[in-house]
C-alpha cells in the first residue's frame, strides 16, 4: 500500500475525521511534506530486512513510510487518545506494531528480544522538541541494540550535536552524542513543512552509532561526570567547575594537578576542550583519586 499521510489534503481530513489537534503537552506538529519523510527514510537505510522503532507516530505519518521499507516497525506512542486513528491509518500495514507507553520507560533491549530476535534495531522518530536530549542520551547509553538513529529535532539541537570545540552549541550533548556516534544534518526543514507551523527550523539528522567510542578512558562514567562538571558554569574556568561539582568529589588541588598534568593552560574552560582532551584529563583525575584513596 502506497503512503497517502504527508500530503496536506489527506492529513487535513483525517485530522478532521477523528476530530485531533495538536496538543501541546506532547509536543505535537504534523508532517505535510512527502520529500522530508521520503529523506527521513532514506537517510535511514531501512530496507525489508530491518525492525524499526519509532518513537512518537502521532498519527502515523512516518510511520506508512517506514512500513512501506521495513520488514516490521514498533512504534512508541504515549498519548493513548490517538489509538482510534492510528489503527485507521496504519490498516494497511500489518507489519507495524503498536506499543502504548512512554519511551524513557521502555525496555529497548527487550524489545529487541522479542521483536527483532536480539538483534540490533534502527530508530527513526519526528521527537518533540522539549523532550529531545533526555530521549536521544537514553537511546545512545542504555543499550547496544540500537545501530543507527534518525531524528527529526529542533534545528538549534542539530547545529548542538555537530559542534566543534569553542564554538557557541559545544556543549555536554555534543560529546555525549560524538562519544556514541557519527552525528550528521541530513536536512534543514522550515516550518511549513508542519501542521501546525512550529515558531523554529527543524533538521533532520542522523547518528550512526559507533562498535566502539572512539576515544578510550578509564572510567566511562567519570568521563561525563567530569563533561557535565565542566558545563555546569560554562564561563568559569574548567578547575572551578570541577571542584563545584560534587558527584565528583575533586579538590582544588587535584583539579590543577589533572589540568597541569594534561599540559591545559590554568585558566582553561571545558567549551575549549575536544572529546580526546576531556578523555585525558578524566583518566588524570581518576589516578590522582585513586592513589589519594590509597594513601
Request: proline share 8%.
Given at each position: 500500500m502506497e503512503p497517502y499521510l504527508g500530503d496536506p489534503k489527506y492529513t487535513a481530513a483525517v485530522l478532521k475525521m477523528h476530530g485531533i489537534s495538536a496538543r501541546k503537552k506532547f509536543g505535537q506538529n504534523f508532517l505535510i511534506d512527502r520529500t522530508v519523510?521520503?529523506?527521513?527514510?532514506?537517510?535511514?537505510?531501512?530496507?525489508?530486512?530491518?525492525?524499526?522503532?519509532?518513537?512518537?507516530?502521532?498519527?502515523?505519518?512516518l510511520t506508512q513510510f517506514l512500513a512501506s521499507r521495513a520488514g516490521k516497525v514498533c512504534a512508541v506512542e504515549i498519548d493513548r487518545s490517538l489509538e482510534g486513528v492510528l489503527k485507521d491509518t496504519l490498516s494497511g500495514w500489518p507489519n507495524v506494531r503498536l506499543i502504548w507507553g512512554d519511551i524513557l520507560k521502555l525496555d529497548v533491549a527487550r524489545v529487541?528480544?522479542?521483536?527483532?530476535?536480539?538483534?540490533?534495531?534502527?530508530?527513526?522518530?519526528?521527537?518533540?522538541?522539549?523532550?529531545?536530549?533526555?530521549i536521544v542520551l537514553q537511546l545512545l547509553e542504555s543499550t547496544d541494540r540500537i545501530s543507527d538513529i534518525t531524528l527529526?529535532?529542533?534545528?538549534?539541537?542539530?547545529?548542538?550535536?555537530?559542534?566543534?570545540?569553542?564554538?557557541?552549541?559545544?556543549?555536554?550533548?555534543?560529546?555525549?552524542?560524538?562519544?556514541?556516534?557519527?552525528?550528521e544534518i541530513?536536512?534543514?526543514?522550515?516550518?511549513?513543512?508542519?501542521?501546525?507551523?512550529?515558531?523554529?527550523?527543524?533538521?533532520?539528522?542522523?547518528?550512526?552509532?559507533?562498535?566502539?567510542?572512539?576515544?578510550?578512558?578509564?572510567?566511562?562514567?567519570?568521563?561525563?561526570?567530569?563533561?557535565?562538571?565542566?558545563?555546569n558554569q560554562r564561563r568559569k574556568k574548567l578547575v572551578n567547575g570541577l571542584v563545584n561539582y560534587p558527584p565528583l568529589h575533586?579538590?582544588?588541588?587535584?583539579?590543577?594537578?589533572?589540568?597541569?598534568?594534561?599540559?591545559?593552560?590554568?585558566?582553561?574552560?571545558?567549551?575549549?576542550?575536544?572529546?580526546?582532551?576531556?578523555a585525558a584529563l578524566s583518566d588524570a583525575l581518576s589516578l590522582l583519586q585513586h592513589f589519594r584513596n590509597l594513601s
Open positions: 519523510l521520503e529523506d527521513t527514510v532514506e537517510a535511514a537505510g531501512v530496507g525489508a530486512e530491518d525492525c524499526v522503532l519509532e518513537i512518537g507516530p502521532g498519527i502515523g505519518t529487541a528480544e522479542e521483536e527483532n530476535g536480539g538483534r540490533p534495531m534502527k530508530v527513526a522518530a519526528n521527537l518533540p522538541y522539549y523532550i529531545t536530549t533526555p527529526m529535532v529542533q534545528k538549534e539541537v542539530a547545529d548542538r550535536m555537530i559542534a566543534l570545540p569553542s564554538s557557541k552549541d559545544y556543549g555536554a550533548l555534543t560529546l555525549a552524542v560524538q562519544y556514541y556516534s557519527r552525528p541530513v536536512r534543514i526543514v522550515h516550518p511549513s513543512s508542519f501542521m501546525p507551523q512550529p515558531g523554529v527550523d527543524s533538521a533532520v539528522v542522523h547518528l550512526s552509532r559507533y562498535s566502539e567510542p572512539p576515544v578510550c578512558c578509564r572510567d566511562p562514567q567519570q568521563l561525563f561526570a567530569v563533561i557535565r562538571a565542566s558545563f575533586c579538590t582544588k588541588e587535584q583539579a590543577e594537578q589533572a589540568v597541569a598534568k594534561c599540559g591545559f593552560r590554568p585558566d582553561v574552560r571545558g567549551e575549549m576542550l575536544s572529546l580526546e582532551e576531556f
